[in-house]
């Protein structure tokens, strides 16, 4: 059978992560892996989750294994909605859905606004799992330029959908100011474009203080979040436990409802029983457990960058996040990511990823991600110390 022939024509961008494999061709356990975006072993909370799952089965064991509402489970809208009022905005379990990951938010926001040739504004480089999402809708893409006092007025124009991180970027590490915040919440209004603010890391701050997210500002703009244009999507990954795959949409209620139709024909609801564990943890337990992803996350972050300041050769810079888990490098000019990523891997033993991923079209051979989220920092050190002597050498 000729499958590239059956295929449907959508399935020519769907395409295997080069990293992933040749990792697979390499012992991986002598690796210092500073190419994945993985919490690290010691956050998750499987003592918490044990009893909190006992105490479930034991006291609500049929409702916990029956199916959820497509909207979510209650109580768990319920507390995000409490969240975000006590927060932000006045905001209502209407204003909510609950998907499996937020990876399954950007899927689904995609199919709702995307048909095929509709163009996405993004801020270039940027999530990859948001480039794939888009990518099975057929979009294309367009970048909204760097300076928002002067963005690319046509990527705006000509767009369907926006998709933005405003804190601690995948993969770059960085945040938006407030004032490039309301700017890109000025943009919005102006060309009624509906758009994605994803913030997945927004726990995770490290330095600094916390900011208005661009959903806050509109809502304000606008008076109220059913008037909106905002789409943030959230997750427990980064700060209970990925496997759980729970993650939620906020918005406009009247779009929340078109959305959670849509999830109905793709898996009809996400897991309950991940869905009450998540709430309890997250009801009793939220603080105490970002508290102790940023107390692990901080002296790494801080170790690699003072590892980078000691030994990267002169050409080479960096940013300086103050939060979530990534570290992006740029390269001198001579120097190709792609091969940069693969010689560290079998020379060096430490996996990164290549700038090339994170950009829609051509781009990124100057660019490379680290993420320092896995690893402790002795290693963290060791890689770089690595690295280092690897790009010397080219
Ligand atoms: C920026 C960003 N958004 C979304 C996700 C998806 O996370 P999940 O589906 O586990 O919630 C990730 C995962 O690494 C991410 O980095």
Known sequence: MDWNSAFATQ??????SEIRERA???????????????????ILPHPLVQSVCDTILKTDGEAALQYAPSEGYGPLREWLAAYVTKTEFPCSPDNILITNGSQQALDLIGRVFLDVGDQVVLDAPTFIGAIRAFDLTGA???????????????????????????????PGGTCYSEKERTLLSDLVNRYSLP?????????????????????????????????????RTG??????????????????????????????????????LAQMIAHSIASQHFD???????????????????ALREHMPDGVSWTKPEGGFYIWLTLPDLIDSKDLANRSLTEAQVSIISGHAFFPGDGGAKYARLSFSLEPEEKGTEAIKRLSALIRSM
Not at 290 to 303: D, I, N, S
């Open 140 to 170: 294309d893409y367009a970048d909204i330029g760097s300076d928002f006092n002067q963005p690319n007025e046509d990527s705006l124009k000509n767009s369907s959908l926006g998709y933005f991180q405003a804190d601690f970027s995948n």
């Open 195 to 231: 758009i994605i603010e994803d913030a997945c890391y927004t726990p995770l701050r490290y330095e600094g203080e916390p900011l208005p997210s661009i959903q806050a500002i509109n809502v304000a703009q606008n008076g109220g979040i059913d008037n909106s244009l905002v789409f």
């Open 235 to 272: 997750t427990f990954s980064k700060t209970i436990a990925p496997s759980l795959r729970v993650g939620w949409i906020i918005g406009p209620k009247e779009a929340i409802r078109k959305i959670t139709l849509v999830k109905q024909a793709c898996d009809l609801s996400t897991g309950k």
């Open 288 to 306: 105490s457990q970002c508290e102790k992803a940023v107390a692990t996350y901080k002296p790494r972050c801080a170790a690699m960058l003072k």
């Open 24 to 42: 697979k061709t390499i012992d991986l356990s002598a690796v210092i892996q500073l190419g994945g975006g993985l919490p690290d072993r010691a």
């Open 11 to 16: 399935m020519n961008r769907v395409k295997a």
